[in-house]
């Protein structure tokens, strides 16, 4: 295991470049139920971070996956908040960014994506290319992101794996190449052919959460008739001749612009093929890159640090009711300690407790580099999009909200407990949990949430329940469309009133018009084509926001 230089690297450009070397980042994307969490937690095991990797439905003494903390997470099987979960291998220090698998958390998995220089597509081999995969590919695309594709579940029945290479490429417009390619599939899928070596990594299942046993021949030894069907071998084979013959070549160039991904082949659940996607990942993936800032490409081997919060987290430990600001390190060396400004207010601040992100788990972190995810204990100070730096002066590019299409009016049925209701809103708000909206009439205190999904709101009233002691009722608004008034008030008042819709004001006192379905909005802009409505909220800098 190689430890990041403990001298002062970011005095020392030669140290801090080979330390940037070291890292890499990457998110992993998919549908629901591709096997992302399996993914996360082999790649981990796979990693060395963990002895024995927990299934996603633990029963029994069985281990929970690292990954999913949260008490929801647990009893429903699926990863509702993003996390970060930093370990070494072989010579790197390798910070995966976990996100929610479920479509109705999207808008955390946008965030986080705004964090990462690398992304995995993950695939069903039954399935191929799923709603939410394609929408998640369209925000890496956005940001220029490389993706890595690894195609799941193998070893069970599945699609032709030259139809799924050709549907990424019709559908996506991104070029596959294939680092391996499998022999056989479902219960015949005996291993992988890497095709650049020419080898051959058969694979036999091991033990529930241990690392599969895995076997490297040559594609030419003898001995491989006698561990693999012969018709198998030259299936593979055949499929092999012709990628070659019709395929451009790998290109690293094209991959880290985002025009071709390389594709891999296995199965998370056996660990058939985790070891040599992790191995050829580390080799082929983007180091950490320079980052959009108002004065340009800020440069990770720029000699001071600088760093931006892309998400919150509120009670990560139930026990001390903390607040937690994830952030990613741009450029220079992070020490433990440091004093550094905070752009948005121009404060001051001492960051004297950082923490490593593991899961929930965490510990004090000396120092970190580009690339690298640290924790902040947040006492309100931070909100979502923040640039943290030391030296001169700089500010990244803020993260946009995306438009909700579920809302409601939250209650609060014990007037009581107002305090503990007013605290947890504006918490759980801060963290990017959900939109929050107010009513123009003033004499209506009670917030809406404004969701992606139903799930989002189950989520904060459990949180605001079990975290705050707040139980709260939900009334839904009709509306499924909501758009930002561009030019803000004086654009709204200019047309004087507006019909079928409800004017709203978001947590920054922009108007928000909430429509009950695109026909009214399509209206609306007919009968005011001068009137600028946006799907996506333009981002804040230097105002605080509306607190409950």
Same mark, same amino acid.
């Given at each position: ?9 970011? /005095?020392?450009?030669?140290? $801090?470049?080979?330390?940037?070397? &070291? ?41 929970? !996956? ?29 910070? *995966? ?15 986080? $994506? ?5 992304? @995995? ?15 998640? #590919? ?20 599945? &699609? ?13 417009? $991104? ?20 095709? &650049?070596?020419h080898d051959v990594i058969l694979f036999e299942r091991a033990e529930r959460g241990r690392q599969?046993?895995? +076997?490297?021949?040559?594609?030419d030894d003898p001995a491989l008739a006698d561990l693999v069907e012969p018709e198998l071998l ?28 390389? *594709? ?9 093929? !985790? ?11 983007? &180091? ?16 001071? #640090?600088?760093?931006?919060? #892309? ?25 433990? /300690?440091?004093? @550094? ?23 004090? !972190? ?35 909200? #995306? ?53 989002? *709101?189950? !989520? ?49 006192? +922009? ?36 607190? *409950?």
């Amino acid at each position: 295991m190689t430890r990041a230089p403990s001298a002062a690297a970011g /005095d020392d450009p030669t140290l $801090l470049a080979e330390a940037v070397a &070291r890292r890499r980042n990457f998110a992993i994307i998919s549908h629901p139920d591709a096997g992302k969490t399996t993914l996360t937690e082999k790649l981990l095991l796979y990693g060395g971070a963990i002895q024995q990797a927990g299934a996603v439905k633990a029963r029994g003494e069985q281990r929970r !996956v690292t990954s999913d903390w949260m008490e929801l997470e647990k009893q429903r099987g699926i990863s509702i908040t993003s996390t970060v979960l930093q370990f070494d291998y072989d010579g790197c220090t390798i910070n *995966l960014l976990d996100t929610p698998g479920h479509q109705d958390f999207s808008e955390d998995t946008y965030r986080t $994506l705004a964090a990462a220089d690398n992304a @995995v597509m993950l695939e069903d081999a039954a399935k191929g290319l799923e709603p939410q995969t394609r929408k998640l #590919f369209e925000v890496c695309r956005m940001r220029q992101i490389p993706i890595f594709t690894f195609i799941n579940k193998m070893d069970r029945p599945c &699609r032709e794996p030259l139809e799924l290479l050709d549907e990424i490429e019709r559908e996506l417009g $991104l070029a596959p190449w294939a680092v391996n390619w499998p022999i056989g599939s479902g219960e015949r899928f005996r291993g992988v052919i890497d095709r &650049r070596t020419h080898d051959v990594i058969l694979f036999e299942r091991a033990e529930r959460g241990r690392q599969a046993a895995e +076997r490297r021949l040559s594609l030419d030894d003898p001995a491989l008739a006698d561990l693999v069907e012969p018709e198998l071998l030259a299936q593979a084979r055949e499929e092999l001749d012709l990628l070659e013959g019709a395929g451009a070549p790998l290109d690293l160039e094209q991959v880290h612009a985002g025009e071709q991904t390389p *594709l891999f082949f296995g199965s998370a659940m056996t660990n058939f093929g !985790v070891r040599p996607f992790l191995d050829a990942f580390l080799e082929l993936a983007q &180091r950490p890159v320079p980052r959009q800032s108002s004065d340009g490409p800020v440069s990770p081997l720029r000699p001071g #640090f600088s760093g931006f919060v #892309f998400k919150l987290q509120a009670n990560m430990d139930a026990r001390h009711r903390d607040r937690v600001a994830f952030v990613r390190v741009c450029s220079g060396r992070f020490e433990k /300690d440091m004093t @550094v400004q905070h752009a948005r207010s121009g404060r001051t601040i001492r960051l004297s407790r950082p923490q490593k992100l593991f899961g929930q788990d965490r510990e004090v !972190v000396e120092e970190a580099f580009p690339g690298d995810v640290i924790g902040l204990n947040n006492p309100g100070v931070f909100a979502i999009g923040d640039t943290l730096y030391s030296g001169p002066a700089v500010e990244f590019e803020g993260i946009p909200c #995306f438009s909700p299409e579920i809302f409601a009016w939250l209650r609060n049925p014990n007037p009581s407990s107002f305090k503990s209701f007013r605290k947890g809103v504006n918490e759980l708000r801060e963290e990017g949990a959900v939109q929050i909206l107010y009513d123009t009439d003033a004499s209506k205190r009670d917030p809406v949430l404004a969701a992606v999904g139903q799930l989002q *709101l189950e !989520v904060v009233q459990h949180r605001l329940e079990h975290e705050y002691g707040v139980p709260t009722r939900l009334e839904p608004l009709g509306y499924s469309v909501a758009r930002w008034v561009e030019g803000g008030w004086p654009a709204l008042e200019r047309i004087g009133r507006v019909f079928n819709c409800k004017a709203m004001r978001d947590a920054w006192d +922009r108007p928000v018009l909430l429509f009950r379905n695109d026909w009214n909005l399509q209206q609306l802009q007919e009968d005011h084509p001068d009137l600028g409505l946006a799907a996506v909220a333009p981002v804040v800098s230097g105002r605080e926001p509306i607190a *409950l």
